[in-house]
């Protein structure tokens, strides 16, 4: 079996394979449609959604990738149980499959069908997930925690509410550490000095410009 974490749109294989869940053909080759983890065995072809789904609340900032073009608009994965939609009404430029974006949850139902406003596109970097309910704790009082991220690893980071993160240049690998530590220990106190301290003993060169 080969795997690896897939974005939407990204290619799974271009072998002929049956259908599994969260993958589609295009031009004989096998896509996948969300953030996951493909899995290519036999005759068959899957991607498995990565845990931890998000609940949807107005006014999120969130981080999202570009799942579908649909009439009018787009479908995007926000990690939810469903893809959210923004209006091409709200764009000035169009957007592509597998493009990551920030937005604005704009309206929220029962079901979590959401939709969004002020979108970003974000160039270059990678989304890294995490559990949506530790956000919070990433994020910091006032954005506290997330400025000792981004100054001890050298990154440009956007976390979205969703538990999507999207970074780039700097540590990456030393952020994704740096994150797993902050989900593992989110119930201690003062984590957030005890983040800036254990940073500092291999902090890089901090990322020169501001995040795209």
Do not use: C, W
């Given at each position: 079996m080969t795997k690896k974490i897939v974005v939407p749109g990204e290619l799974v294989t271009e072998e002929r394979k049956r259908l599994g869940e969260h993958v589609y053909i295009?031009?004989?080759?096998?896509?996948?449609?969300?953030?996951?983890?493909?899995?290519?065995?036999?005759?068959?072809a899957s991607v498995v959604p990565l845990r931890g789904k998000y609940v949807p609340q107005m006014n999120?900032?969130?981080?999202?990738?570009v799942a579908q073009e649909v009439y009018p608009g787009y479908l995007v994965d926000v990690n939810g149980v469903n893809y959210a939609f923004v209006s091409k009404k709200e764009l000035r430029d169009p957007?592509?499959?597998?493009?990551?974006?920030?937005?604005?949850?704009?309206?929220?139902?029962?079901?979590?069908?959401?939709?969004l406003g002020f979108v970003r596109v974000f160039y270059g970097g990678t989304v890294i997930p995490v559990m949506p309910v530790k956000v919070p704790r990433m994020i910091g009082k006032n954005g506290s925690m997330l400025e000792v991220l981004k100054r001890g690893t050298g990154c440009n980071v956007m976390i979205g509410r969703n538990g999507f993160v999207w970074v780039k240049g700097g540590d990456m690998e030393l952020l994704k550490v740096g994150l797993q530590k902050i989900d593992d220990e989110a119930h201690l106190s003062n984590l957030t000095n005890?983040?800036?301290?254990?940073?500092?003993?291999?902090?890089?060169?901090?990322?020169?410009?501001k995040q795209e």
């Open positions: 295009r031009d004989g080759k096998i896509f996948s449609d969300t953030l996951g983890i493909s899995r290519v065995e036999g005759n068959f999120d900032l969130i981080v999202g990738i957007l592509q499959v597998g493009t990551v974006v920030s937005a604005k949850v704009m309206s929220v139902n029962e079901t979590h069908d959401v939709e005890k983040m800036s301290d254990y940073l500092k003993k291999d902090a890089p060169v901090p990322a020169s410009g």
